[in-house]
């Protein structure tokens, strides 16, 4: 069984330039989440999905920040503008249900020079 | 916040078992154990999860102190590839509770 896939693996851009990350969850895990890690930290959630809903998005910037997940399965995570600040590993995790053990993706790391 | 205190790394000898403290004194009767693991440069990996009793799985066991206060995780017999970053998590089962990430604990497991 496939896990959960993130694209891409690394990123580079410039500062106020757009990003976008990708996640396809696990067939069938109706809870997705995004998570943002910054160097030496644990992850600190920015959004999560019930199927199409986010029903937890408090912590997500969401001046620069936004998120999609059209149809309930794949999500996508934009930043526009970026900023130097924004240099971290994006991990995409997806659950069957919510409470249950999260899986997460290899997560995309993201330089903003 | 995070709602545990872990050490901030260990080492483990291989071979040998590998314990891994965590304290949760604010625990509340309904908040679970959650432990996950984070081999660099990968996302973090599920290992375990109790309530009140000791959990075994094929990975680890998973040991809480009768006042659930504290836990402890073992790796019983510890190898190279368990060398990563240990995150022990407190999260309730209500339906608005995602895990809540803090440093965790870096084990290095040095042959």
């Known amino acids: 069984e496939a896990g959960v896939v993130q694209s891409p693996r690394y990123k580079i851009i410039e500062k106020k330039q757009p990003v976008a990350f990708w996640c396809n969850p696990i067939?069938?895990?109706?809870?997705l989440y995004w998570y943002l890690q910054n160097l030496g930290q644990g992850p600190e959630l920015l959004i999560r999905y019930e199927n199409e809903e986010a029903v937890d998005d408090s912590q997500l910037p969401k001046d620069r920040f936004s998120a999609e997940r059209l149809k309930g399965v794949d999500s996508t995570l934009k930043i526009q503008p970026a900023e130097l600040g924004d240099s971290a590993v994006y991990l995409c995790?997806?659950?069957?249900?919510?409470?249950?053990?999260?899986?997460f993706g290899q997560g995309t790391r993201l330089t903003v020079v | 916040d995070a709602k545990t205190t872990q050490p901030p790394s260990m080492d483990c000898a291989e071979g040998r078992a590998a314990n891994l403290p965590c304290n949760h004194s604010?625990?509340?009767?309904?908040?679970?154990v959650y432990w996950y693991r984070q081999i660099h440069s990968q996302g973090p990996q599920y290992i375990i999860h109790?309530?009140?009793n000791n959990e075994t799985n094929e990975m680890a066991s998973l040991i809480i102190t009768e006042d659930r206060k504290s836990s402890t995780l073992i790796l019983p017999h510890a190898t190279l590839r368990d060398t990563a970053v240990y995150y022990c998590?407190?999260?309730?089962?209500?339906?608005?509770?995602?895990?809540?990430f803090g440093k965790g604990t870096r084990l290095s497991v040095i042959a």
């Open positions: 995790a997806s659950s069957l249900v919510m409470n249950t053990e999260a899986f």
């Open positions: 604010t625990i509340s009767g309904n908040e679970y």
């Open positions: 109790g309530l009140k």
């Open positions: 067939s069938g895990h109706n809870t």
């Open positions: 998590i407190v999260r309730g089962n209500s339906g608005n509770t995602p895990l809540v």
